[in-house]
């Protein structure tokens, strides 16, 4: 290997390279912000909420729109949140309305002097399977503890996971048959680094409803974030046998087994998480970088590296990258 940037000696110091991002906290405006070209020096940033209350975990076609001049389109990240930027004062109009799942949605922000934050609330289309799954489940839940859950939506929502946590406890001892609220209780540990916490909330879920697939990868993060690699795999791939693969899931196992050295077992892992998620698994690129250097497969390297550092112009070692790529290049 002729980098010294990628070189990885260890399951260890690969660690360290993949959960850099993971452990960051995100900023009020997201990495892929969408820069307008509109000339002015503010920004209209926000969060798109699912019906559960919670912030979309799939990517959502967000379009601004302004008298004048054309559109521009945004996508949300992977935490839901989506930011156009480079506005001047206007008038504005924010919009999700090509989701075939949900009711379109519009709304008008007014920009002066100062920029604007806003949360865009979805609704289902009544013949979607979101209607029938997650509302279903909030709708078995009594009054007072749905409120709770929506409540928690919120404190995650302004950043604040221990009021999340204990609005979650509310609604589960309202309502202890509440799966989808210990799910969302397994996250918020997990995020807060009480993997014990987290695992304990997760169990309870998988009890109460035992082919509940998000609950069950969701261990398996629990582990990874913990280093154990070899429990993560057994539970994110007893996750695989639940329901068809999803993104999160070959993305989670392809880390979890480059971790543990298998480069050649996580690379289609992280091929087709990436096929799947699109840009919403985006250091999926950053570790076949390191697994096609490792190979000395600098063509596919600089490729990853290239598409990586698109979707990430803001990771802490950026230079470094870029220096890379220049380097990969000059090899062509």
Same mark, same amino acid.
């Given at each position: ?27 009020? *405006? ?10 002015? /020096? ?28 054309? $559109? ?28 075939? $799942? ?10 002066? &002097?100062?920029? %604007? ?6 609704? +289902? ?26 409540? #928690? ?41 009480? %993997? ?16 509940? %697939? ?7 993060? +629990? ?12 539970? *994110? ?7 068809? +693969? ?39 690129? &950053? ?8 190979? /000395?497969?600098?063509? &596919? ?24 790529? #220049? ?6």
């Amino acid at each position: 290997m002729r980098s010294y940037v990628y070189r990885i000696l260890s399951p260890f110091l690969l660690l360290l390279a993949i959960t850099a991002a993971a452990d960051a906290q995100i900023s009020t *405006i997201p990495q892929s912000a969408s820069q307008t070209g509109f000339g002015g /020096g503010l920004a209209i940033d926000g969060t798109v909420l699912g019906p559960s209350g919670r912030p979309v975990e799939i990517r959502v076609r967000v379009r601004l729109s302004s008298i004048g001049s054309s $559109d521009r389109i945004t996508y949300t990240n992977e935490t839901g949140n989506f930011a156009f930027i480079g506005l001047p004062d206007g008038r504005y109009v924010v919009a999700v309305d090509k989701e075939k $799942d949900f009711e379109p949605v519009s709304y008008t922000v007014d920009l002066l &002097r100062s920029s %604007y934050r806003l949360v865009v609330r979805l609704r +289902a289309k009544p013949s979607t399977e979101m209607t029938g799954v997650v509302n279903a489940e909030l709708a078995a839940a009594p009054d007072a503890a749905r409120n709770h859950f929506l409540r #928690a939506g919120e404190l995650i929502r302004e950043r604040d996971r221990r009021g999340a946590v204990e609005a979650l406890k509310a609604a589960i001892e309202i309502y202890p048959e509440f799966a989808l609220a210990y799910n969302e209780l397994g996250i918020q540990h997990i995020i807060l680094r009480e %993997y014990d916490n987290a695992l304990d909330a997760l169990a309870a879920a998988l009890k109460i409803k035992p082919d509940y %697939y998000d609950a069950q990868l969701n261990i398996g993060v +629990a582990y990874f974030r913990q280093k154990k690699f070899a429990e993560a795999e057994t539970a *994110i791939r007893a996750a695989g046998k639940m329901k068809e +693969a999803t993104a999160a899931y070959h993305y989670h196992l392809g880390m979890t087994l480059a971790n543990l050295g298998r480069f050649d077992e996580a690379e289609p892992e992280l091929a087709t998480a990436i096929k799947q998620g699109g840009d919403s698994v985006k250091e999926a690129h &950053r570790i076949l970088s390191i697994i096609y250097s490792s190979r /000395g497969d600098e063509k &596919r390297c600089l490729k990853e590296l290239e598409a990586y550092v698109k979707l990430t112009p803001h990771a802490p070692d950026i230079d470094k990258l870029k220096e890379r790529i #220049a380097q990969l290049r000059k090899q062509e």
